[in-house]
């Protein structure tokens, strides 16, 4: 029993901490894809370049932690702008298939990049002092950096969601996301609304591919490798919803480490049928709008 | 009489139109040129028959992609799964003494068709991004599959030890690859042509409408989801095929077979040759294929970044692909 009890708390845990990773980095994917109707396929892209900020401003240059990601979320999404302006503004209301090309053809030139700058090994994650060893909590023993890693997204997606509900910036994201041309009748600027939104959301895949870089490793291949996991948050949870992925990524972080820590031979088989299960019973995801 | 002229007038505006119907079933001269063209490859370029082989297996694998994608309007970044499917079936048969290409071939394209009818079930319910996700999670599925399922397909090492036997118990496949360049030649020339039948046949029409006006096909009764679904088992099974040409002519099978990568590269080629046409496969695979070959041997990473270059400046500047840029330069 007593077994049972620890090994559900340590899948609730990392599932947890993994959750929130998945969701920083996903929720920009969800808004800007529900807004614009733009096929992003690039979107892990910006998390990876968050990571390699993080890791190479931390073991290179000796940033203090804090400052690595401010600086990750800034690069970020001072990158996505120009992005944005130069390559997927032409797109919005064009053909799938064009998004699709586009946005693949971004990823393999991102996993050269990376090749490039940094080498084909994962970059290593160390985290500060204050963060290294555990915190115990009664008799148990947590790993610091995850309980960190939990507390700062679930205060990241209070900032988050308190912004969109209360803030004038929010309420014209939401009318964009719920109606586009009424929006711009009303006189709200989509076009520049549009890039803000945007940059929002790829700082946040910045910092959350910064921050759970011990979860997700930084190698070339983050783009490639990991965009199965965005887009099932992604399509999961609804297009263009702000919690629908929160819950699909808790949904996919906790059942995620429970499969492979129950059944490691499964793996992440089970996910993916899940995934096709509830887009069955649900082809707008959970929280989509029909 | 006074109305003999204009009546004469609309048989003959009818007649008209049915001879514009009547022709494009014809075989139009240029469409002989891709084959010529193979043909004399085959003559000119010996040294490089098995890299000619395996071009012409991935055309037959980007035909049937353009049957979904440029023709029934399915966006799909799965196609993979189909290809790997055929691939592993043959290479199982072949690894475990089943050797005869032909009927090896036959299993594939059944066993990757019968994938297809099952997943296109499922898949082919939902538009969109549900869509493309729902292809690229059963593609995905089948990969985590195979990879843990190492003990038939070998795993993350690959699948070993495939004996391929002679084609008729007579052509051994050489090293040079000319026996496999004349299978795949033909198997291609065979696909293309029951493909092209498709195409023109009322049924291929109504693919077309389907995908410039799904609404409307709904309208006048056509039975929308079940003629995908009946292009979608067919492309699977020649994508099937084409995996299986290139498991018994490499005698290799790997989990790449199956990956995301696959099915991202062989829309690109088909793309980049012009999708839609059924001779977009034609340009697009030999063009990608001979590139990777030249610029990744030099450097297969930096392949990476030339290919999404590529891409990139598609979209931007040749959007449609090369037939469409020469249709352009044309008008």
């Keep these: 029993m007593a077994d049972t009890l620890s090994a559900a708390i340590s899948i609730g845990f990392h599932g947890l901490a993994f959750a929130m990773v998945l969701y920083l980095i996903s929720v920009g994917l969800s808004v800007t894809m529900g807004m614009m109707g733009f096929v992003n396929l690039a979107h892990g892209v910006f998390a990876m370049l968050g990571g390699y900020v993080v890791t190479s401003l931390m073991s290179r240059h000796g940033v203090p932690f804090a400052a690595a990601l401010a600086g990750a979320a800034l690069v970020t999404a001072l990158g996505s702008i120009v992005v944005e302006r130069l390559l997927y503004r032409p797109l919005y209301g064009g053909d799938d298939l064009d998004q699709v090309l586009l946005t693949m053809g971004l990823v393999f030139m991102s996993v050269a990049t990376a090749t490039y700058l940094w080498g084909p090994i994962p970059q290593p994650m160390r985290p500060p002092r204050w963060l290294s060893g555990e915190i115990a909590i009664g008799p148990r023993g947590f790993p610091a950096y995850r309980s960190f890693l939990i507390l700062s997204g679930a205060a990241l997606v209070t900032v988050l969601w308190l912004g969109l509900e209360r803030t004038p910036l929010g309420v014209r994201i939401r009318a964009a996301v719920d109606n586009l041309r009424m929006a711009q009748s009303v006189g709200i600027n989509t076009s520049r609304l549009f890039t803000l939104t945007f940059a929002l959301g790829s700082g946040l895949a910045g910092l959350g591919g910064g921050l759970g870089a011990d979860l997700l490793a930084i190698n070339p291949n983050y783009a490639l490798d990991n965009l199965v996991y965005f887009l099932i948050v992604v399509a999961v949870g609804g297009l263009g919803s702000i919690r629908g992925p929160f819950v699909a990524a808790l949904l996919i972080g906790v059942a995620d480490t429970g499969f492979k820590y129950l059944l490691p031979e499964l793996g992440a088989f089970v996910i993916y049928a899940l995934t096709m299960a509830i887009l069955l019973w649900r082809p707008r995801g959970l929280f989509g709008r029909t | ?331």
């Design chain 2, 1 to 331: 009489m006074a109305t003999a002229g204009p009546v004469r007038a609309d048989l003959r505006a009818e007649s008209g139109a049915v001879a514009v119907f009547a022709r494009r079933h014809r075989v139009h001269p240029l469409e002989a040129l891709p084959w010529a063209a193979a043909i004399a490859a085959f003559a000119l370029f010996p040294s490089y028959l098995p890299l000619g082989a395996q071009i012409l297996a991935t055309i037959l694998f980007a035909l049937s992609a353009d049957l979904v994608l440029g023709y029934a309007g399915i966006v799909t970044l799965g196609h993979a799964a189909f290809f790997g499917v055929g691939a592993y079936t043959a290479g199982i048969l072949a690894a475990h003494g089943w050797g005869e290409p032909i009927s090896g071939l036959i299993a594939a394209a059944l066993a990757a068709a019968l994938l297809g009818l099952i997943s296109g079930l499922v898949v082919l319910r939902t538009t969109g991004l549900t869509l493309l996700m729902q292809t690229l999670v059963v593609a995905t599925l089948l990969h985590e599959a195979a990879n843990k399922a190492s003990a038939l397909t070998g795993g993350d090492d690959g699948l070993q030890g495939m004996v391929v036997w002679p084609i008729f118990g007579l052509f051994r496949f050489d090293l040079f690859g000319r026996t496999a360049y004349v299978y795949c030649l033909v198997v291609l020339f065979l696909g293309w042509w029951t493909a092209r039948q498709i195409v023109q046949s009322p049924f291929g029409r109504s693919l077309t409408g389907i995908r410039e006006n799904v609404l409307r096909m709904h309208a006048i009764g056509a039975p929308v989801m079940r003629r995908r679904l009946v292009i979608y088992t067919f492309a699977a099974g020649l994508a099937g095929t084409a995996g299986a040409l290139i498991a018994q002519t490499t005698q290799f099978v790997g989990l790449g077979f199956l990956g995301l990568e696959r099915s991202g590269t062989i829309l690109i080629m088909l793309i980049i040759g012009g999708v839609g046409r059924l001779y977009g496969a034609f340009i697009g695979v030999p063009l990608y294929m001979i590139a990777q070959d030249r610029f990744s041997a030099i450097e297969p990473v930096y392949w990476y970044f030339e290919i999404g270059l590529l891409m990139v400046l598609t979209v931007v500047f040749a959007r449609g692909g090369l037939f469409a840029l020469i249709d352009r330069l044309r008008r």
